[in-house]
């Protein structure tokens, strides 16, 4: 079969190295990290006991801890080697795992761990970021007028910018996006001349840079909580994953020359942060001072309330990043067949802006949620960054796998991502703490993610097992047939053109439910039968099509090759196809004689959806069963019509049977009324009424 091209998609324009693409990128990809400064020297502080206990080796170990990790993490393993593993321009953990998983089915595992851990850990960044940023307004007065007198209307100011902010999402935010990368600029500029303020003070915090300070810090008693202080060192590089996963929107080019100025600008944050800090660690009225955040107290009064607006403006930015990057993992997943298909629209015509109502719903309800339970951005923090270990780990077992893929030398590879391994490894242990400060509720949530993945996938695949194959016909076995239908005139006919939108295995073998539709179940007449598989490729913006016409011009199967970054609107890219074979004289035209398109040469479309129900007769182990079960459960709540473009097309359920494994039917003897073989029969006499009178 000849491989067509359909409609084909253009690159995003910004993904070429320029000033619009940098700023772009500052708008999209920073978000996350680059809103750390508000809560992490904070959490640092809180941690160890509180301003009173900082000392100046305690201040300088822990920058040195957050430099090489912002080095070590996001530079090295993400800036240097991930973003090397794009699949066509796009990042993440799931473009790099269609990259490996031809090389062992088992990737499947890390790729679903790694996206459900990244969704759920990401559920607590708007909720974290918005009240870090909205404390900051506590206290502070305006024109001689306190705004924001306690914490309580801290909270349900975060919870109104939150709800606002999920309500916007269906309207689309192409014109709130073009303001991101401005906004991020002056944000990171602002951390930066900041830091410089402070460092004037101090220019010897420079020596913080040298990791001895770091190992330093790890082994001395002045650090009460030991190696579990790198549960918080690691919310300096949480945004970390999300920089390789947005790759796609901005370019590999444009992060290359954004991150060197956003690391530099975080860098300065933290070193004008510690250099305050060693000024006012003994300072009593700082010391007593409730709810004290480095971040805000570092900056000159006359400064403070600009940068509590700014910081609100980059806390918004970057719950909106999550929630955007939410949304394509999330339709990334689905067209990777590992995620239920949940309706999705496209608000605008900006590429890859879409908005997923489900989605958008459960992020909204967690992040009130999880503002309401923690009351606090302190509270918040503790129970920060868990999932997302998981997520990197999960990252770096597709790379090693990349990496071999791409042949570089194995003794090399090992050792690099050994090392990564083993660092994260450290994290993951040291954020493990924070389970029991209220991190069990994001692992709940991937751990319910993960579980819905499973399901979908493995009950997919029961559903659809090639190795019964009497439940397979092959198309080319019932050709006559089909050709007899279409010319019997003692049927009306149903529709020009009837679409099945199934699955056609080699040998153009299908389920026999498909023909049993056709021809049993109620002789459907038309004049071109359609059998039509989607296929997602690994690569994200393929758009094309092939064709088997079976020798004849009434039955077609297609195969439309859509990318996992494609929507799949079947109806118009079945026009298409309809128009070419016309073209071609393939299939005859199909002229209308009722139409308000002049000159209509296509006739009308009917798809029929076949919805499979699990039938008793089904002989496969229980297990199994309850898992087809819960896939078929899942399904209930998921519109294929809506998914396959199909919303206003002309659309037809129909339930069938599905019976898997061998069915052994019990036959029936004959036996005569008044044979004596009936008597011999255990019969339930019934109850007659007037034995109790």
Known sequence: MEKRELNSLKNNPHSKMSLAGFLIALGIVYGDIGTSPLYVMHSLMVGNGGLSKMSTNFILGSVSLIFWTLTLVTTIKYVLIALRADNRGEGGIFALYTLVRKRAKWLIIPAMVGGATFLADG????????????????GIS???????????QVIIITLIILSTLFFIQRFGTQLIGRAFGPIMLVWFAFLGLMGMYNISFDWTIIRALNPYYAFELLRSPINIRGVFILGSIFLATTGAEALYSDMGHVGRSNIYTSWPFVKICLLLSYLGQAVWLLRVKDNA????????????????????????????MAAIIASQALISGSYTLVSEAIKLRIFPRLKTYYPTNFKGQLYIPTVNSIIWVVCLFIVIFFQNSENMSNAYGLEITITMLMTTILLHQWLLMKRFNRLFTSLIIGFFFVIESIFFVTNSSKFIHGAYITMFIAAVLISVMFIWRYGDRLMDDNTFRSHFASLLAFKHQLNDLRKDPSYPLYTTNLVYLTKVHDGYRIKKNILYSILDKRPKRAEVYWFVTVNVTDEPYT???????????????????????????????????????????????????????????????????????????????????????????????????????????????????????????????????????????????????????
């Open 123 to 138: 559920m607590m960044t708007p909720a974290v970021t918005v009240t870090a940023a909205i404390e900051g307004l506590k």
């Open 142 to 152: 305006f024109n001689n007028n306190i705004l924001i007198h306690n914490q309580t």
């Open 285 to 312: 009225a700082m010391q007593a001072m409730d709810s004290m955040n480095p971040f805000y107290q570092s900056m000159p009064a006359n400064l403070r309330v600009f940068g509590i607006f700014l910081s609100a």
């Open 543 to 693: 758009a094309a099509y092939s064709v088997e016409t079976f020798d004849t011009d009434y039955m077609v199967s297609v195969q439309l090759y859509l990318g996992f970054r494609v929507d799949q609107k079947v109806n118009v890219y079945l026009r298409q196809v309809v128009q070419d074979l016309m073209a071609s004289g393939e299939i005859k035209t199909q002229p209308q004689k009722y139409t308000t398109i002049p000159d209509r040469q296509v006739g009308d479309f009917s798809f029929v959806l076949i919805k499979e129900v699990l039938s008793p007769d089904t002989k496969i182990s229980n297990v199994k069963k309850g898992i087809i079960r819960l896939r078929l459960l899942l399904q209930k709540f998921i519109s294929p019509a809506n998914w396959f473009g199909l919303s206003y097309s002309d659309v037809l359920e129909e339930r069938v049977p599905l019976v898997l494994g061998k069915v052994s039917l019990n036959r029936l003897r004959l036996v005569r009324k008044d044979s004596s073989a009936l008597r011999d029969i255990p019969i339930d006499q019934p109850i007659d009424d007037d034995d109790d009178e």
